[in-house]
């Protein structure tokens, strides 16, 4: 199958996980009826983004969060890229991406590998290290369409794990995010568009909506941009489902035009993995 349907649920995110976990619920369920095969859910789409509350909205594997993501894959046939949720294991807490196929199986896990820890003047600080942990993995899984990589949020800015994402096969690139206000506007479509044009895949990213009742003001913005770096569908800041067909024909014809990635010169420079982990 070269064509499918994918969507991304922006959900506005509050500091009541039952009611995050009902919206989640009802926009799967909206984007199943809609014919979706994928569905893809923001980072920390059970949680409010904000080191406070990691802690006491963590869960372990499996938790109610994860157990609902996967029945809801089973009942109504789906491939959940199940956004991000803090993840409690050991003594460790990680942002963390689950990922259902469409009989509910676990089939990837991403822990985010770069946490964000910036302090712009005039702008925003963020310390993700403060409470979180970071993890090792460069995740492609198999779906029935094709591989997918999957990453979270500030990720996206390290292009040497995009590019091993594509080495490893992923024909889509899958990213939970929240951007802000202050780095939001200048540099996410930039950053979609740029890796999408770098690895010749579908970049796919997905928001929460914007709360301005909440301490970080998500970008929103969630969009879907073709391997020829245009955007095929893109949102606002607010609530809503984002659509797009992935035709899986044009990230063939794009590597086959412009062959970019069989024109890397790796008797000059190399992109390698090292320690890694199993991703699930
Ligand atoms: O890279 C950025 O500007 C935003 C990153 C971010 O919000 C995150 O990693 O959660």
């Given at each position: 199958m070269s064509n499918f349907k994918i969507a991304v649920c922006q959900m506005l995110i509050t500091n009541h996980k039952r009611d995050n976990l009902k919206k989640a619920e009802a926009f799967i369920r909206e984007a199943a009826a809609a014919g979706s095969q994928w569905v893809v859910l923001p980072e920390m789409f059970n949680c409010p983004y904000d080191n406070k509350y990691f802690p006491e909205f963590a869960e372990a594997f499996p938790g109610a969060t994860t157990t609902l993501l996967s029945d809801l894959a089973k009942e109504l046939e789906l491939f959940i890229i199940g956004g991000s949720i803090p993840e409690h294991c050991e003594d460790k807490i990680y942002n963390t991406s689950f990922i259902f196929d469409?009989?509910?199986?676990?089939?990837?896990?991403?822990?985010?590998?770069?946490?964000?820890?910036?302090?712009?003047?005039?702008?925003?600080?963020?310390?993700?290290?403060?409470?979180?942990?970071?993890?090792?993995?460069?995740?492609?899984?198999?779906?029935?369409?094709?591989p997918v990589g999957v990453a979270i949020c500030y990720d996206m800015r390290f292009p040497e794990l995009m590019r091993l994402m594509a080495l490893e096969g992923a024909k889509v690139i899958v990213i939970p995010a929240a951007f802000n206000m202050t780095t939001g506007p200048g540099h996410w479509e930039l950053l979609a568009r740029t890796r999408a044009l770098d690895n010749q895949v579908y970049f796919v990213t997905a928001s929460p909506a914007r709360n301005l009742e909440a301490s970080y003001?998500?970008?929103?913005?969630?969009?879907?941009?073709?391997?020829?770096?245009?955007?095929?569908?893109?949102?606002?800041?607010?609530?809503?489902?984002?659509?797009?067909?992935?035709?899986?024909?044009?990230?063939?014809?794009?590597?086959?035009?412009?062959?970019?990635?069989?024109?890397?010169?790796?008797?000059?420079?190399?992109?390698?993995?090292?320690?890694?982990?199993?991703?699930?």
């Open positions: 469409s009989q509910g199986r676990l089939t990837g896990k991403h822990r985010k590998v770069h946490l964000f820890d910036i302090d712009v003047a005039g702008g925003i600080r963020f310390q993700e290290s403060e409470i979180l942990s970071p993890g090792k993995s460069v995740t492609v899984v198999k779906t029935p369409q094709c003001h998500a970008y929103g913005h969630s969009m879907i941009v073709n391997p020829w770096g245009t955007v095929v569908a893109q949102a606002d800041e607010k609530e809503g489902i984002v659509y797009a067909e992935v035709d899986l024909g044009l990230v063939e014809k794009v590597r086959r035009e412009l062959p970019l990635l069989m024109h890397r010169r790796e008797d000059i420079y190399e992109v390698r993995k090292k320690g890694w982990e199993y991703s699930i």
